[in-house]
């Protein structure tokens, strides 16, 4: 990760996690897939609005397994041993005692919360209610094979999580079907056949790091809390963790406008937002490839690499947001209806990917600027531009564009703006920040040799 050319290294890293993240989605996607087919759109549209309420539950944890990659990824490249042990086995303990604060806490609120958010009480609520109930008593699981998959990407391994990843998503598939077509048991079965989905990729993943050799070998009698290590994890993760959770917060918001036009409206938005969800994650996992190599070039005092990470990044996000973007938008059609037979919903979801699908690469360009900032130490900064950037417009935009004008398309439109005044920010923060970490790395390896 420190030897040019990068380019090339960057897409290859890039592609088992784009895979990986597409397998995650397919949880959810076979989630809506089957029911639309075997339990109706009802029930599909109930799996897909709660969506944003799990993200808005969850993202601050998974913010923190970024900074549990950065954190190792920095010890790998600067080849501090002992202070990495202490990041992997603090990583893995947070990752579990974080997968039961969430789950308690979901399985109590999941009724309170969907009612915050007017989700239709006599078709959808209960439906919903149940899904989320069973959904967060898996959540140690899911928080482990991200935290797991997390330290595999900061020793460059991004191939394995993807192989435990597959395992796990066809076992999702085959339970789905079961226990809906042929158990009949709808919401219920496809929640509890993506518990024990997640079951199998974090026991995989678990194992994998135990008994692999070399960095980030995980022993369980070394499982603790270390102050240090933690005081690493947080400085990065938490405020991508707060930033992810304000960023679900005024999807939250959003949603629940959608809500408010009823259920074939619900419905389209949820199954357009899954589709939306294979292009984001592909950019997203550039824009991890970007945090993971940038985080290896600055524990190696390599500055210049840290330009042209960037640079190679940028290139590769904003060829492939244009290309699936513009690609799902004009098969959206085909797509919408993998997953509903209503000409209506059809129509909606359409309507949303032709606001959302065609600018998307800009949202990539924004998370590429974010990846290089927190690879190089800062996640205070990103998180604050994109508060305000991002998600205060867009709860702003709701209160006062969409009251005026109250119809299902005008809130879409609030994501291209926001994303084009965010990057425009973080490119202005990057800017300043870069000079700061040149400054600093120069003056690290001029000292060098007299150490």
């Given amino acids: 990760m420190t030897a040019r050319p990068l380019l090339g290294k960057i897409f290859l890293f890039s592609l088992p996690i784009m895979l990986t993240g597409i397998l995650q989605l397919l949880y959810n996607a076979s989630d809506i897939i089957v029911l639309g087919h075997f339990a109706g759109d009802n029930s599909a549209g109930a799996v897909g609005s709660t969506s944003a309420l799990i993200n808005l539950t969850v993202n601050l944890f998974l913010g923190l397994s970024v900074g549990a990659c950065t954190a190792a990824a920095r010890r790998i490249g600067a080849k501090d041993e002992a202070r990495l042990d202490r ?9 579990l005692i974080g997968g039961v604060i969430v789950g308690v806490i979901g399985v109590l609120a999941s009724r309170s919360l969907l009612i915050l958010m007017r989700v239709p009480q006599d078709s959808v609520l209960p439906l919903s209610a ?3 109930r069973i959904y967060f008593a898996g959540m140690p699981f899911n928080l482990l094979y991200n935290f797991g998959s997390s330290l595999c990407r900061a020793r460059g391994d991004s191939r394995t999580p993807l192989l435990f990843l597959l395992a796990a998503g066809v076992s999702n598939l ?3 079907i079961f226990f809906v077509a042929v158990c009949k048991m709808d919401v219920a079965g496809v929640a509890l056949g993506t518990v024990i989905a997640q079951m199998i990729s974090s026991t995989l993943v678990l194992a994998h790091l135990m008994r692999t050799k070399g960095h980030c070998r995980v022993r369980l009698r070394a499982l603790r809390i270390h102050r240090d290590a933690l005081g690493d994890i947080l400085r990065i993760g938490l405020p ?19 809500n408010s036009f009823g259920e074939a409206a619900i419905t389209a938005n949820a199954e357009a937002a899954n589709i939306e969800g294979f292009v984001y994650t592909s950019m997203n996992a550039v824009s991890q490839a970007c945090l993971t190599f940038t ?22 996000v904003v060829c492939m947001g244009l290309a699936l973007g513009l690609g799902v938008y004009f098969s959206g059609g085909l797509l919408m209806r993998i997953y509903t037979k209503s000409d209506e919903v059809v129509r909606l979801g359409v309507d949303r990917m032709g606001v959302i699908c065609t600018t998307y690469f800009l949202c990539g360009v924004m998370e590429v600027l974010v990846g290089s900032l927190r690879g190089m130490g800062h996640s205070v900064l990103p998180m604050a531009v994109s508060v305000v950037g991002v998600c205060g417009l867009r709860i702003v935009y709701i209160f006062t564009v969409f009251a005026y004008c109250n119809t299902p398309f005008v809130p879409y439109l ?22 700061k970490e ?14």
Wanted: with cysteine; glycine share 6%.
């Fill in 414 to 435: 609030s994501y291209p703006v926001s994303w084009t005044l965010t990057i425009l920010a973080h490119a202005v923060s990057l800017f300043f920040a870069r000079k």
């Fill in 87 to 95: 990041v992997v086995h603090t990583a893995i303990c947070l990752s």
């Fill in 438 to 451: 040149h400054r600093r790395l120069s003056e690290l390896s001029s000292a060098a040799p007299q150490a």
């Fill in 174 to 176: 085959g339970l789905n």
């Fill in 130 to 132: 149940l899904y989320l």
């Fill in 295 to 316: 985080g290896q070039n600055y524990g190696a005092k390599k500055a210049k690499n840290m330009d042209v990470v960037l640079a190679d990044s940028l290139l590769i």
């Fill in 240 to 258: 991508a963790g707060v930033q992810g959770c304000i960023f679900s917060f005024s999807n939250v918001i959003i949603q629940s406008s959608i």
